[in-house]
């Protein structure tokens, strides 16, 4: 429990926390922010010490006072015993698969996990001798069924980043324990202040900090968390594998964490606008958003969710490609680029088809994943409206 937390009467909520978390004013001069500090070599002052390896700090890759500063603040907010920085988010999902499997084993992987999960699966670990097989996000404790002598570890993502499908983790969750199976969780979307995967009985949580912590679009990273029982295999992987992060990229983090309870409520409740305005437009078949009453997820996502983020996906109604182009094409505040998290409004198209194993996508119309940003709402609703206009000239 950090300092600040002791002195109050009652525990503060993770809003209050993001701003004091991480911090130490007093061992820092009474600067406000913990500085960076950039380095490799760290010197001791005797052979005794220098052999003894037990100091906080004994090599640039093994963490600095930034990184420190960094990983205590996001094992706190999520409930863990440790945690890891790593340079993406894609890094600390690779570094979780490698901590727990051999050659010979077998993992579970959601079939609407983030598209270079899939990569890593069927590329990196078949090449180790590892087997990746997918499952259908709607399988609950079904799983069980899928387990076999060799099956060593699951991975969720939930909701899903494109189709935003909604795990039942508890479930999940209680069909691993029973056959000691690891657990790791995606939980970028919600973050750790609208989830908390390992209250729900996940392992490990992985988070692209890419996104909603960083916050600015300005920084590559990622961050493992982990229970007791599971920490000592991310050290080891992470350890073999030589992750480290930038210590400006950490700082960013950092400044980031101080905002992130203000922009993510903004986020979730402009997308949510938005979402209710696109699901009444003619264009679109329909809205995936967990958050709308109607989704397929919404049930388990009010269960266990105590918010949304500003990320979701639209089928529109079947149109030419030169419609969706134009419409695309020209729009103003949206921009066209991957990731998502920042205060930029995005939008890009995808086709979840040709990479899904386990289960089928039949819509006929285009899907579009929109990221909403820090823009004013009704700015972003005129934006579009130009743009559904465009592809109506076109049909």
């Known amino acids: 429990m950090a300092l600040f937390e002791k002195r109050l009467a009652k525990p503060p909520s993770d809003e209050t926390r993001l ?35 037990d100091k906080d700090y004994t090599y640039g890759r093994r963490g600095t006072p930034t990184v420190s500063a960094l990983t205590s603040a996001i094992t706190a907010l999520e409930g863990g015993h ?3 920085v790593t340079p993406s988010g894609l890094a600390a999902i690779t570094a979780v698969l490698m901590a727990f499997v051999e050659a010979g084993d077998d993992i579970l992987i959601a079939d609407n996990v983030y598209q270079p999960t899939r990569r890593v699966a069927n590329r990196l670990l078949a090449k180790l001798g590892v087997t990746a097989r997918f499952y259908d996000p ?22 899903g980043s494109q189709t935003f499908e909604v795990l039942d983790l508890a479930a999940i969750a209680g069909a691993c324990r029973a056959r000691n199976v690891w657990l790791a969780f995606d939980n970028t979307w919600a973050t750790p202040l609208y989830f908390k995967p390992l209250a729900h009985g996940a392992d490990i949580s992985i988070q692209a ?23 000592p295999h991310i050290q ?25 309870g203000v922009r993510l409520a903004r986020h979730g409740e402009s997308a949510l606008e938005i ?29 266990d969710f105590t918010g949304s983020s500003g990320l979701f996906s639209v089928v529109l109604k079947p149109c030419p490609r030169e419609g969706l182009a134009a419409m695309l094409n020209g729009l103003a505040l949206f921009g066209m680029g991957y990731s998502w998290g920042g205060f930029e409004s995005l939008i890009v198209p995808f086709d979840p088809r040709p990479y899904r194993t386990a289960t089928r996508w039949d819509d006929e119309g285009p899907a579009l994943r929109l990221h909403i940003g820090l823009d004013g709402v009704e700015d972003l609703k005129s934006d579009l409206d130009a743009g559904f206009q465009r592809l109506a000239a076109t049909v």
């Open 19 to 53: 701003v004091h978390l991480g911090r130490d004013p007093h061992a820092q001069h009474g600067f406000v922010n913990t500085p960076i500090y950039r380095g490799s070599t760290v010197l001791f002052p005797t052979v005794e010490e220098l052999t003894a390896y």
């Open 82 to 84: 440790k945690s890891w």
């Open 138 to 159: 709607a399988v609950g404790a079904g799983i069980a069924g899928l387990f076999t002598e060799r099956t060593k570890l699951v991975l969720a993502e939930s909701p």
């Open 209 to 231: 900090a890419t996104k909603y912590v960083v916050g600015h679009a300005d920084a590559m990273l990622g961050i493992i968390t982990a229970t007791e029982r599971a920490a």
């Open 236 to 260: 080891r992987a992470h350890e073999d594998l030589g992750l480290c992060a930038g210590p400006e990229d950490c700082f960013l983090a950092l400044r980031g964490l101080r905002s992130m």
């Open 275 to 303: 979402a209710r305005w696109l699901q009444a437009r003619p264009e679109v078949a329909r809205v995936l958003h967990p958050a709308l009453p109607g989704d397929p997820g919404h049930e388990l996502w009010a269960r």
